[in-house]
């Protein structure tokens, strides 16, 4: 029989993660909780490389953990790599890029629950409590060469490897998500 051995916890939220999904290379983990924020993660080193705020200004920690309107239901990487969609209870789906920190797109969804993208990005599809799912269109988008290039690696290669590369600190930064 197979075993499984923890390797590593995250901590950085304030309360119940509900939901997280690695990005198509593997290098970014995006996870989803009650504390009103995704957080995308750079796994293998543990750190917080982006957070997307569904509550402006942030709560404080003293009232992350209660009833808002804003808990974070679900999150959804696109097969770009580069886009997230989230479900809060503000009865909004927003849509972000991992290049920027505000939303790209913000749709009304009620009751919203789970989120997934279709396998070639072009529709996002969300479950509600009412027993519906909805379709909602996204927008193509053309990822440069260079962020290409950077998933083919990152398929391939973890953090600590890519840091074994002899390459220019900025080429480093770009590789581990530091720079966009």
């Known amino acids: 029989m197979d075993t499984y051995t923890m390797i590593r916890k995250l901590e950085g939220h304030h309360n119940d993660v509900v939901s997280c999904e690695f990005s198509p290379d593997g290098a970014l ?3 989803a909780s009650y504390d ?3 957080l995308v993660w750079d796994p293998c080193t543990g750190s917080v490389l982006f957070e997307f705020g569904h509550l402006f200004p942030p709560p404080t920690l003293i009232f992350a ?3 808002n309107d804003r808990w974070v239901r679900s999150v959804s990487f696109c097969h770009d790599g580069q886009s997230i969609a989230s479900i809060a209870d503000d009865r909004l789906i927003r849509f972000w ?16 629950l789970c989120c997934a993208f279709s396998i070639d990005g072009s529709v996002l599809a969300a479950g509600t409590r009412d027993g519906s799912v909805y379709f909602w269109a996204t ?16 398929r391939v290669m973890s ?3 890519v840091k074994k590369l002899p390459v220019p600190d900025r080429v480093m930064d770009f590789l581990s998500y530091r720079i966009m």
Not at 101 to 110: E, V
Request: charged share 20%; net charge positive; with cysteine.
């Open 97 to 112: 890029n991992i290049e920027q920190k505000s939303p790209q797109a913000i749709a009304p969804l009620s009751n919203g």
């Open 159 to 161: 953090t600590d490897e």
């Open 65 to 67: 953990g209660g009833e």
């Open 139 to 154: 927008p193509r988008i053309i990822s440069s060469l260079q962020h290409l290039c950077r998933m083919a690696i990152r």
């Open 29 to 31: 983990l995006a996870t």
């Open 36 to 38: 009103t924020r995704v």
